[in-house]
């Protein structure tokens, strides 16, 4: 019998050893294309161009959602089946699902935070704005030139201008 608690621990830490290495692995992606707002595709925007007058930066905090609770929770449960006999060994299971549901948001929460810049921007016109956005490489410093883009919703993202001698195209 022992044996047959032995074997079930080991699969479940395979199962959270690899469930790990795909979240670390999601974490790392990365992308060559800028990413943008769901919500502005298809949306007519507005553009600004300005000078990048001061950055700083952030963290976006991350998100637990359904996906962090429920993962942790069968995992919790998968190993608090491995403890305990009979009525024991279902109290130990339900009391796994719910620690583990509450580690799993957690873990969840931790790495779905994103690097971020606040990036305060003297508009051409006069205005100023301060946009927060997750950071990419390159980064924006002091003085750079740059396009703000925003939708009417407030939705707002900021790029390197790109320029020619007649100005952004």
Known sequence: METNNVAKTWCAMRCLVGLCCVALLYGCSSSNYETVPRGSSGKIQSVNAGTVVATRDVVIEGEATYVGHSSGAI????????????????LAAAGGAVVGGLVGGAVEKELSKKHAQELTVSLD?????VVVQERKAPGFVEGDRVSVTHAPSGEAYVSHAHYETDGIY
């Open 125 to 129: 016109d006069g205005g100023t704005v």
């Open 75 to 90: 995992m919790g449960s998968a190993v608090g089946q491995t403890v305990g006999k009979g009525s024991g060994r279902t």
